[in-house]
């Protein structure tokens, strides 16, 4: 189930993507669980769809799903948590950095994507190293950048991407949230509360016991 906020951000960029006017640099910033990575890969299907709109049946969207697609390149956090130069600067003779990526001509014919996935935790150095991919990339691609907010960023950076910020689930619908639906409603209205809509922090509020010191007290506070 999708929040009504991101069914109007998808709204929103497939009426960009149909008049030509989708800009080439994102940024989707957002809570953990807020959906900010499946608007960030259905805004890369724009560009690599059969139908150019991500439609999510066709073979291209297939192939971006599992991650096989030729034209599509997704760059995470390494087993330390950072995004280093050489995921970003070109290296001789490699295409799996961005700018290796971006040189290259496209499999399929159509757009490219590249999507960076925990992007806040870019190194400057990257974060420096990818400024001119952000400000003049190839025709037909499309760069999205994925972070739980802006603070990381250097002003260069944020000045090369439209912003795109997705809220935290609505807290009266939190026991609809993927993550908290085998929590009965009331429960997971607690967590959403404490969380301010925050799934990812409302699961770790859980897994903390935070209910279970909620009843605690409760019992307490009775007798």
């Given at each position: 189930m999708?929040?009504?906020?991101?069914?109007?951000?998808?709204?929103?960029?497939?009426?960009?993507?149909?008049?030509?006017?989708?800009?080439?640099?994102?940024?989707?910033?957002?809570?953990?669980?807020?959906g900010?990575?499946?608007?960030?890969?259905?805004?890369?299907?724009?560009v690599?769809?059969e139908?150019?709109?991500?439609?999510?049946?066709?073979?291209?969207?297939?192939?971006?799903?599992?991650?096989?697609?030729?034209d599509?390149?997704?760059?995470?956090?390494?087993?330390?948590?950072?995004?280093?130069?050489?995921?970003?600067?070109?290296?001789a003779?490699?295409?799996?950095?961005?700018?290796?990526?971006?040189?290259?001509?496209?499999?399929?014919?159509?757009?490219?994507?590249?999507l960076?996935?925990?992007?806040?935790?870019?190194?400057?150095p990257?974060?420096?190293?990818?400024?001119?991919?952000?400000?003049?990339?190839?025709?037909?691609?499309l760069?999205?950048?994925?972070?739980?907010?802006?603070q990381?960023?250097?002003?260069?950076?944020?000045?090369?991407?439209q912003?795109?910020?997705?809220?935290?689930?609505?807290?009266?619908?939190m026991?609809?949230?993927p993550?908290?639906?085998?929590?009965?409603?009331?429960?997971?209205?607690?967590?959403?509360r404490?969380?301010?809509?925050?799934?990812?922090?409302?699961v770790?509020l859980?897994q903390?016991g935070?209910?279970?010191?909620?009843?605690?007290?409760g019992?307490?506070?009775?007798?």
């Amino acid at each position: 189930m999708r929040s009504p906020a991101m069914e109007r951000w998808e709204d929103a960029l497939r009426k960009l993507a149909s008049s030509e006017r989708l800009p080439h640099a994102l940024l989707v910033a957002g809570p953990g669980g807020s959906g900010r990575q499946d608007l960030a890969r259905m805004a890369a299907g724009l560009v690599l769809c059969e139908e150019a709109r991500s439609c999510g049946s066709c073979g291209a969207c297939a192939r971006a799903a599992t991650g096989s697609h030729p034209d599509l390149l997704v760059i995470e956090p390494d087993d330390k948590g950072v995004i280093r130069l050489d995921s970003v600067a070109e290296r001789a003779g490699e295409s799996d950095s961005l700018s290796g990526f971006l040189q290259v001509a496209t499999f399929e014919g159509r757009g490219r994507a590249a999507l960076m996935l925990g992007a806040d935790a870019l190194t400057r150095p990257a974060q420096q190293a990818c400024l001119k991919s952000l400000e003049e990339p190839p025709p037909d691609t499309l760069l999205v950048l994925v972070a739980q907010g802006t603070q990381e960023f250097l002003p260069t950076i944020l000045s090369r991407v439209q912003v795109m910020r997705v809220p935290g689930w609505p807290v009266d619908r939190m026991g609809d949230h993927p993550w908290l639906e085998h929590l009965p409603q009331d429960q997971a209205l607690v967590l959403g509360r404490w969380s301010s809509g925050d799934p990812a922090l409302a699961v770790e509020l859980e897994q903390a016991g935070a209910l279970g010191v909620r009843r605690a007290l409760g019992d307490w506070w009775s007798g």
